[in-house]
């Protein structure tokens, strides 16, 4: 390498054009940026004392400026000055006045103190003032980890049972993990939560945001705080108010060791990533990084007004996903993710912006082109939330084959039906046998629908059932945020009540919730702390509530403590039974075993008639059982043999009196035991038979769920 000395005395090399970011090989480190529009580029280096250091990178290749520096090694704080032209009007917004945040940097020190420099104020030109100071820096990390023996679960989606949790959120109150370690990764890594959640059954936990983000301003200025996470500002960097032991690179070995504890339990860990915007917002936001490096290239922009932003996220922005460093950003993010981190899968936030390259939502972008060809990415767990807030944003079943979808239409459904909603019955029936009027188009299976009746955004379930209106006062916005479609739970007394009666029909509606997704074909996704009876006390969107509106309490009441057993159980009866979560969808055909030909899957009236065509137009319908034949699931089992398993019979009445439901004949079984009956406060089997032809009275708004043995043989 040829040697170069910089205007301000400092020597480098000229280095590499890849990898982007800063790369340490054990004897110096590679910094390499890509701007399209700079001019001119200076590599910032900042001392413990807050000192700088600069260093012209001199080297371009294919618009990539790069340099290496011998002897700058790991916790080496660094950021970036873009000298360009200024000139919104065509969409270009270089300051060198800007202290800027390397896209790639694996570790983020400090957090942006919302000060006037971090802003573009000044009427008709740039600030001149310097961010330095009060902005964020990029970390040289070193990549070295004993990994050991890690390997990931690799659990397929049939036998997946999903939790989303929030790092902090989950463990700033447990009693059992040490004070210095709740809130963190390390928390999160402790036994007494790994053992909450293998206990629990659950297969993988869904985390949310954990890149580095920006706390903003505005809620800074109100006392509040943006808990959730969803204002991305590093793509590669774990976020650093997460980290126990350091911010200079501790963060990245914390992350890794608490992903290894993980899949030592048995855990998958997938994370909640937000490449569809960034946290600069719109041209009033901060200029933190993207905006100031090369704003035309990372941002999607108004056609015809380049001085403003194309916002199909509602956060101020939306990045350019038709550019080819913007996917190249995102694709080197998560293959970094997978390879480096050893992450299982990815939930996207507002996919739909991600399939957006013009203005229309195209399923064949170059996105997920890119997706299904990459060797890395395409072999993980790929989640969409398949809706954004620009027109035509809501695209629940359009995804390509690889991906499952949040099924925005199970919750609604589900929640319609057990809130007796009027014509609400062949929906629901369609959403619990696996959606396949969204998938089965385009050979999908169960698996396209990750199902879920709560998750961070909304009620918990706890407040679902005891709240008609939300109460987020607390946030400081005049209680206009947040949705306002939750409607009447006819659970009598709104909010907090000491009523028994109030109390025993809003358990045993979360009951009623917690055993329908955890019945249902797809995957199930448990909001965190909702097997607890968590609430909020009526705030349906805590996205900033950093303190016990949002933290899991973990000192519970005997009641809690039976909703957590009784999820627990029913966790249990799907592991335990293939056709409780079947790999493909009900065909309706009729199979014959020991002699009895009968269907995959009967849907029955409350007198054991089969449902007709009229029966599923009735407005009033609020009743109906299913038969799950456990013979029939059309599946290969161990040797090739065809699967079998016990039958199930499930009785549903979401009315609001008691409905008498008569078994069928001895066609569909001789004899049912009950294995969950929630009427019973427990929520626990009452360990009896019941004969073909005879009656069983399901409570008013309640589940029972009967079996027989299997009739066949595997």
């Not at 290496?68 to 032209?85: A, D």
């Not at 310097?130 to 050991?148: I, Q």
């Not at 398949?386 to 239409?409: A, I, M, R, T």
């Not at 990750?450 to 379930?461: I, K, M, P, S």
């Amino acid at each position: 390498m040829t040697a170069r000395r910089s205007r301000k005395g400092v020597s480098a090399w000229s280095g590499h054009p890849y990898p982007l970011g800063a790369s340490y090989d054990g004897e110096g480190t590679n910094f390499a940026l890509f701007s399209e529009v700079a001019e001119r580029v200076t590599l910032v280096l900042v001392d413990d004392a807050g000192g700088h250091r600069e260093v012209r990178l001199t080297e371009v290749d294919g618009f990539v400026w790069h340099g290496y520096l011998p002897g700058v090694g790991p916790g080496q704080r660094y950021g970036y000055r873009v000298h360009g032209p200024w000139a919104p009007s065509l969409g270009h917004r270089c300051n060198p006045a800007k202290l800027l945040l390397d896209p790639y940097t694996r570790a983020v020190d400090g957090q942006a103190d919302n000060h006037a420099s971090l802003f573009e104020r000044t009427p008709g030109g740039p600030s001149p003032a310097d961010s330095a100071g009060h902005t964020m820096l990029g970390v040289v990390t070193d990549p070295a980890f004993d990994w050991g023996d890690d390997q990931p679960p690799r659990l397929s989606y049939a036998d997946s049972v999903i939790y989303e949790a929030h790092v902090r959120g989950l463990t700033a109150t447990h009693p059992d993990v040490p004070a210095e370690l709740r809130g963190t990764y390390a928390g999160l890594a402790h036994p007494a939560v790994l053992g909450h959640l293998t206990s629990l059954g659950v297969t993988a936990v869904e985390l949310m945001p954990v890149h580095q983000y920006l706390q903003d301003g505005v809620l800074q200025d109100r006392g509040l705080s943006n808990h959730w996470g969803y204002n991305t500002i590093g793509f590669f960097a774990p976020h650093n108010a997460y980290a126990a032991h350091g911010t200079r690179g501790q963060q990245v070995t914390e992350f890794k060791s608490m992903v290894k504890a993980m899949h030592a339990a048995g855990l998958e860990v997938i994370l909640d990533v937000v490449y569809n915007h960034t946290a600069e917002g719109n041209e009033k936001g901060p200029t933190l990084s993207f905006r100031g490096i090369d704003n035309a290239s990372y941002y999607r922009l108004v056609d015809g007004d380049w001085g403003h932003y194309y916002d199909t996220t509602g956060t101020g922005n939306s990045l350019l996903m038709r550019h080819p460093y913007v996917l190249q950003l995102i694709m080197d993010s998560l293959r970094y993710w997978v390879t480096e981190m050893h992450v299982d899968g990815f939930r996207f936030d507002l996919a739909a912006t991600l399939a957006r390259q013009f203005h229309e939502v195209d399923r064949l972008s170059a996105f997920f082109d890119l997706i299904q060809q990459d060797p890395v990415i395409s072999r993980v767990k790929l989640i969409a939330e398949p809706w954004d807030v620009g027109e035509g944003g809501y695209q629940v079943g359009n995804f390509p084959p690889l991906w499952s979808e949040w099924n925005g239409k199970y919750r609604d459904a589900v929640r319609d039906f057990w809130r007796t909603e009027p014509h609400t019955l062949g929906e629901f029936a369609s959403r619990l046998t696996g959606s396949s009027d969204l998938y089965a188009h385009n050979r999908r299976r169960p698996r396209a629908s990750v199902n879920f009746v709560t998750a961070h955004d909304g009620f918990t379930l706890r407040d679902l059932v005891s709240y008609n209106d939300k109460h987020n006062e607390a946030n400081g916005e005049d209680n206009r945020d947040g949705e306002s479609d939750n409607r009447s739970w006819n659970c009598g007394a709104e909010g907090e009540s000491r009523d028994p009666a109030v109390l025993s029909l809003r358990a045993r509606q979360q009951r009623n919730f917690l055993a329908t997704l955890l019945l249902s074909q797809g995957i199930p996704m448990l909001c965190h702390g909702d097997e607890l009876g968590r609430t909020q006390h009526g705030n349906n969107n805590a996205y900033c509530q950093d303190n016990e509106v949002s933290w899991v309490d973990w000192e519970l009441t005997a009641e809690q403590e039976a909703l957590r057993d009784f999820t627990r159980y029913v966790i249990g009866l799907r592991a335990e039974h293939p056709v409780l979560r079947r790999r493909r969808f009900f065909l309706g055909e009729t199979v014959r075993r020991a002699g009895q030909p009968l269907p995959d899957l009967v849907w029955l009236l409350p007198d054991a008639r089969e449902m007709t065509e009229k029966d599923w137009q009735r407005s009033d319908a609020h009743s109906v059982g299913v038969f799950l034949n456990g013979d029939a699931i059309a599946e290969p089992g161990p040797r090739g043999r065809p699967l079998v398993d016990d039958s199930f019979l499930l009785l549903l009445n979401s009315y609001w009196e008691p409905v008498d439901f008569r078994l069928p004949d001895v066609t569909y079984g001789e004899r049912w035991s009950t294995l969950i009956d929630t009427g019973d406060p427990q929520g626990a089997p009452d360990e009896s038979e019941h004969k073909a032809g005879t009656e069983l009275t399901v409570e008013a708004r309640g589940l029972v769920l009967l079996s027989r043995p299997s009739r066949g043989v595997g």
